[in-house]
């Protein structure tokens, strides 16, 4: 079955108060875009409706990107969320991808790499994951750009740190307790070359990387046109 996506754009009013709280604390924002998921895709998880989505700050508007398997139930938005809201159906750009093709792209991620540790016997431990910048997290992103089926052009690869993911949450083992984490989150910008079609499709229906209940992952992709 050939893959498809439905991409739903949403431009946020950030006077309304329930915007507010959602552009505060990115868990606010996940439990938003989970309950605009019609039933018949499953409310019970993000992943069995293809969900994923991309917070776009601009100074004075913000611009939620969300994509799913199908069409999201807009009516379950607050009255005042949104400025506007467009949506488009996907399936169309997913069949266009073709070994070769040229793209320019579009993804936030949080870019990390693993720290090996020992405890006091020399006794190897599960690694420190910590957060990358600048060239690092560019050869980073070179890398899960070939997993997903595209060869990126360095000359054109720009990255740009993003507003850090804010997650407040219940502590469940504590009900009067918040828990607060915050994940480093970049975007990075570029064209590229289609390799693998079929590794392509797949990363832009599953994401890429980690954080993706956050925010996180969501690879976005246009034909690259020339004069």
Known sequence: MAATAHLTRIKIDPWSPEAGRDLRNAQSLHRRVLALIPDQLGHDTRTAAG?????????????????STAPLDL?????????????RD???LLTWCKEGGAIRYRI????????SQCDSNGQPQRGRRVHINGE???????????????????????????????????DPQEPDKTIRFGRKLTRFEGTA???????????????????????AG????APLTRA
């Not at 994923?52 to 913000?62: G, K, N, P, Y």
């Not at 936030?108 to 720290?115: C, L, M």
């Not at 079929?198 to 980690?210: F, H, K, P, Y």
């Open 51 to 67: 969900v994923l989505f991309r917070l776009e700050r601009e100074q004075h508007a913000h611009t939620l990107l969300i994509q």
């Open 75 to 87: 009516d379950q938005l607050p009255i005042g969320y949104a400025h506007a809201t467009d949506e």
């Open 90 to 92: 996907l399936t169309p």
């Open 108 to 115: 936030d991620a949080v870019a990390t790499r693993t720290i």
């Open 136 to 170: 690092e997290a560019v050869a980073w992103w070179h890398r899960q750009a070939e997993d997903a089926g595209l060869t990126p052009n360095p000359d054109t690869t720009r990255l740009a740190p993003q507003l850090a993911i804010t997650v407040r949450k219940d």
């Open 193 to 215: 070359t289609i390799h693998n079609p079929q590794a392509l499709t797949d990363a832009i229906t599953n994401g890429i990387g980690r954080s993706k209940a956050y925010g």
């Open 218 to 221: 969501l690879l976005s992709i």
